[in-house]
């Protein structure tokens, strides 16, 4: 087919030349795809406000000799609130910027689309946003084929007793205190932290938003996931150090 049509969310852009930008986008038959988005770098682009990252948008595409170029598009969901609040932002530039570095180029994944599409709307709509966040790195883990094993020590293969146990990041899952010997890099997993990681992996998002945890514990979790997610991807997102600053940065003053 020399033309074609599909939903697609876009996850990246790349400057190209002096008005073009290859975009990167996470479609829900076709997988991770690049096209060409031509003159939506001028000013008075018609495409431009439909192809802007953390954007659902219905397109249609033609066949091109390296890369496929966009020939119209339209808005789905833009999003808004995500775009409105910095911090919101960040959330949705981390989410996609794990569904770029999880995924394969052209391999369909309807799962992961409907994830990223859900869990861009949950952001917009709820102010838990780290249990949101943290629901979606579970899946993504699961979705990608690294679902860390949570259950049984990776070592021994022992079910896990409810104390502090330490969670191996080069074998993928929980090690137990017995066997921690052997692995002196593992890093202590509290009680609490490993039932909250056990419900991300086996539950939805609603169920997981019913949960309040202590501030300590977001910080354990975040810490586990984050070092697990840079081990597998050998090295940082570029989004976390924004999201990062973000938080440690004061709140902006409220007006009189």
Not at 91 to 105: D, N, P, S, V, W
Not at 235 to 255: C, H, R
């Amino acid at each position: 087919m020399h033309t074609y049509q599909t939903e697609a969310i876009i996850i990246k852009k790349t400057k190209l030349g002096e008005a073009d930008r290859i975009l990167t986008m996470l479609t829900p038959e076709l997988g991770k795809i690049q096209a060409v988005a031509k003159g939506v770098r001028k000013p008075k682009s018609k495409m431009a406000g439909h192809l802007e990252l953390l954007t659902h948008s219905q397109l249609s595409l033609s066949r091109g000799r390296s890369l496929d170029i966009i020939s119209a598009c339209q808005t789905i969901n833009s999003y808004l609130p995500l775009k409105n609040d910095l911090d919101l932002t960040a959330c949705g530039l981390y989410i996609t910027e794990l569904a770029e570095q999880f995924t394969i180029e052209e391999q369909e994944n309807r799962l992961l689309f409907d994830l990223l599409r859900d869990t861009l709307q949950r952001l917009c709509e709820t102010g838990n946003r780290d249990m949101v966040l943290h629901h979606y790195e579970m899946q993504v883990l699961e979705q990608a084929g690294y679902r860390p094993e949570l259950y049984r020590c990776v070592c021994c293969e022992k079910p896990l007793a409810p104390v502090t146990n330490y969670f191996s990041f080069s074998e993928g899952g929980v090690i137990c205190p017995d066997c921690r010997s052997s692995y002196p890099y593992a890093r202590p997993l509290s009680v609490n932290a490993l039932k909250v990681l056990r419900l991300l992996q086996s539950n939805d998002v609603v169920t997981a938003l019913k949960l309040k945890i202590t501030s300590a514990l977001a910080e354990e979790m975040e810490g586990i996931i984050r070092r697990y997610i840079k081990y597998l991807l050998e090295k940082d997102l570029k989004s976390t150090a924004w999201m990062d600053n973000l938080k440690s940065s004061p709140p902006a003053p409220k007006p009189d």
